[in-house]
């Protein structure tokens, strides 16, 4: 097998240009949307690192990989799409953030080109655009699901004021249905953690009332916030004395970094993310390629790369053309670094995640992940 090869390099490239060129005809096209300036360029980088790991892993020497520089604006992205199809792309794949994919949208839809993004905003999704970001309603839908199973009933909710806060609010309310947790409040924290304190103290007037009353206690609180910010709400817990032994912390996909590690008022939380997988393994080639640790969201980078990989050797490319209609939705499952997954009718990516909780030392799974769980845990 001969090594594939990669077009349009960015100097960030420099380092593999010894080791990357066409050894023959190039029959297959993909495209690789990504921020390598402006907003979001240190992820972007890092998504082109895992790309580069997958590439040489999946691809053969008659087919060659574009690689755009979005810049991080819709406008990059949209161009950048642009430019990647009048060089003959047959798939694209990024861009990175949601406002970026609907810019980029209408250029691959009017060329009949599928995209995968790597946004979780499922309203992106349809009409030949994939979403392949871990969406905030699987993921409520998972831990909500879960703790519900282990008897917890009356949830509250700390969200921020923002679209994905909005998101994560409303995949609650749709996730209540029909069970027995019912939601004591929602509140909306401000992205700059200006009013932390303020939030937090209502929340635990509310436990309060609810101890010394006949209404039934809150029992848990979905924080959807991560790093310094979950932190800092966590601790303002225990300062209003509301003991998260027993009412307890959940979270979502955005704990799932180191920076939880060593917060006492955390211990105990549960959080729905995406399993381990293979992901060590993928870590230890990154970190030995390109002398850092990858981000969590590199992995997206690596699995699309891989799907393509697989749609070409499948045949389900076609040379002249592009991806062969419905062929990335009749995938029935695909197991990347983190997990299982597959395209729902609507292109939303079906995720199976596991249950994590955190403790002293640590994270640990406490239900691994599943796919296609009609309970919600996917």
């Not at 993921?139 to 917890?152: D, E, K, N, T, Y």
């Not at 009749?330 to 199976?352: D, N």
């Amino acid at each position: 097998q001969g090594t594939p090869l990669i077009r349009d390099r960015h100097p960030s490239l420099d380092a593999a240009s010894d080791k990357v060129r066409s050894t023959g005809p190039v029959r297959y096209t993909v495209a690789l949307l990504v921020p390598l300036s402006g907003r979001g360029a240190q992820l972007g980088q890092a998504m082109l690192n895992a790309a580069q790991l997958s590439l040489f892993e999946n691809f053969d020497s008659d087919t060659t990989l574009i690689i755009k520089d979005t810049g991080g604006t819709p406008r990059g992205a949209a161009d950048a799409a642009g430019e990647a199809l009048e060089e003959g792309a047959q798939l694209l794949i990024g861009p990175l953030f949601s406002e970026s994919v609907s810019a980029a949208a209408p250029v691959a839809r009017a060329r009949g080109v599928p995209m995968i993004g790597f946004s979780n905003d499922r309203s992106v999704a349809g009409e030949g655009v994939y979403v392949f970001g871990y969406t905030p309603g699987q993921q409520v839908r998972r831990i909500i699901s879960f703790a519900a199973a282990s008897g917890l009933r009356r949830v509250a909710m700390l969200v921020p004021d923002s679209a994905y806060g909005y998101a994560v609010a409303s995949a609650l309310e749709e996730s209540i249905a029909g069970s027995r947790v019912s939601i004591a409040t929602i509140e909306y924290f401000a992205t700059d953690g200006s009013d932390s304190m303020d939030v937090v103290r209502r929340i635990a007037a509310l436990d309060k009332s609810a101890t010394s009353s006949a209404e039934q206690p809150l029992d848990c609180v979905l924080i959807a916030a991560g790093g310094r910010q979950l932190r800092s709400l966590a601790t303002l817990f225990p300062y209003f004395d509301v003991e998260t032994s027993g009412v307890r912390l959940l979270g979502t996909e955005l704990w799932h970094h180191e920076t939880i590690f060593g917060e006492p008022a955390l211990n105990g939380g549960w959080y729905a993310a995406p399993p381990p997988g293979t992901w060590g393994n993928f870590r230890q080639e990154y970190q030995a390629s390109f002398d850092s640790r990858p981000p969590y969201r590199a992995a997206l980078a690596y699995d699309a790369i891989s799907l393509a990989g697989k749609l070409i050797g499948t045949g389900q490319i076609n040379e002249d053309h592009s991806v062969l209609s419905g062929a990335l939705s009749a995938i029935e499952e695909f197991t990347g670094i983190q997990g299982m997954f597959r395209f729902g009718p609507g292109g939303v990516a079906e995720r199976g995640l596991a249950i994590y909780e955190v403790s002293e030392d640590g994270v640990e799974v406490v239900d691994p992940a599943r796919l296609g769980i009609a309970d919600g845990r996917m």
